[in-house]
């Protein structure tokens, strides 16, 4: 991983970079932040993945496609 990439580690910018949503959903996890860390895995490219941040949005009433 190169020095600027490490920077942005758990950020969105990270997240549209690398196509890896887990840094930036753990962040928002561990700080409680559930319903944007549900809102992370939605931007997965991985259909399985996008399908846990909508369970986890729908655990929360929260109707998304």
């Known amino acids: 991983m190169n020095k ?3 920077k942005i580690i758990g950020s969105l910018w990270y997240t549209l970079i690398t196509t ?6 753990r962040l928002y996890a561990e700080a409680g932040l559930h319903f944007l860390a549900a809102h ?6 991985n259909e399985n993945v996008k399908q846990l941040g909508r ?10 496609a």
Do not use: N, Q
């Not at 655990?59 to 998304?64: E, I």
């Open 40 to 45: 992370v895995l939605l931007d997965s490219i």
């Open 20 to 25: 890896d949503p887990w840094p930036e959903f």
């Open 55 to 64: 369970r986890i949005l729908t655990s929360f009433g929260v109707d998304k």
């Open 4 to 6: 600027d990439l490490s």
